[in-house]
């Protein structure tokens, strides 16, 4: 694939699409440096090209550039205030500032617009768990109607249960995410659960934009 989009850079350098995809591309390969100066790229050409400018974004924030990852979050949402996805990333990007009133209010504004999207329930839940565990339950278990397999989310609400001391639900949700039909893989996780129920961490996830575009008609 990156032969091809490299090929299209090679005959048109201010192609916004292919700028985007190879960005997407050099970010697999970890080359935030390249893939930060080809969403710029793509956003010179098409300033209203939303989800290069989400993508831009969510990597300036990645490598510490805060201030001007809030201007392109907050653009991105002037261009399209509708868009849930830029609601969800911007209240991560500033819960992992210290700003949980306005963080909880992105999350509030991305269900609105989408009350199946996963990331979002997950995210709000993992913010309300510290005020309201009852709560925070309820949004993950709304994650996971929108999206069964979501192991993190499995994951955080069987810590949560766990920690209540509901270990029998707890333990349904640690094996959820796993094949249990292997009778021994069963039987080890079962264990470790028992073993470890106080050894436990969460992990947060719930970045999420469009990995690709339609090219457009060349002009």
């Known amino acids: 694939m990156s032969f091809g989009i490299i090929g299209a850079l090679r005959l048109w350098p201010q192609y916004p699409e292919a ?11 970890n080359d935030r440096a390249g893939a930060l100066m080809h969403h710029e790229q793509a956003i010179k050409q098409r300033a209203d090209y939303i989800d290069a400018r989400l993508r831009f974004a969510n990597l300036l924030a990645e490598v510490g550039k ?15 205030p509708g868009y849930a996805e830029a609601h969800n990333n911007y209240g991560v990007f500033l819960e992992k500032r210290g ?13 609105e617009l989408r009350q199946d999207y996963a990331e979002a329930h997950y995210n709000y839940a993992m913010l309300l768990e510290s005020v309201n565990e009852t709560k925070a339950e309820e949004h993950y278990r709304a994650a996971l109607q929108a999206l069964p397999s979501y192991a993190e989310a499995h994951n955080n609400l069987a810590i949560l249960l766990s920690e209540r001391g509901d270990l029998q639900r707890a333990e349904e949700h640690y094996l959820a995410p796993c094949d249990c039909g292997h009778a021994i893989l069963r039987q ?5 659960f028992f073993c470890r129920q ?22």
């Open 99 to 111: 700003e949980s009133a306005s963080a909880e209010q992105q999350y509030l504004q991305a269900l």
């Open 66 to 80: 805060g201030a001007e990852a809030e201007r392109q979050y907050q653009e991105v949402l002037r261009l399209r």
């Open 19 to 29: 700028n985007f995809n190879y960005a997407i591309f050099l970010e697999t390969l």
């Open 188 to 192: 080890t996780i079962i264990l470790l």
């Open 198 to 219: 106080k050894a436990t961490s969460r992990r947060r996830t719930g970045i999420s934009s469009s990995l690709k575009s339609s090219p457009p008609n060349r002009p």
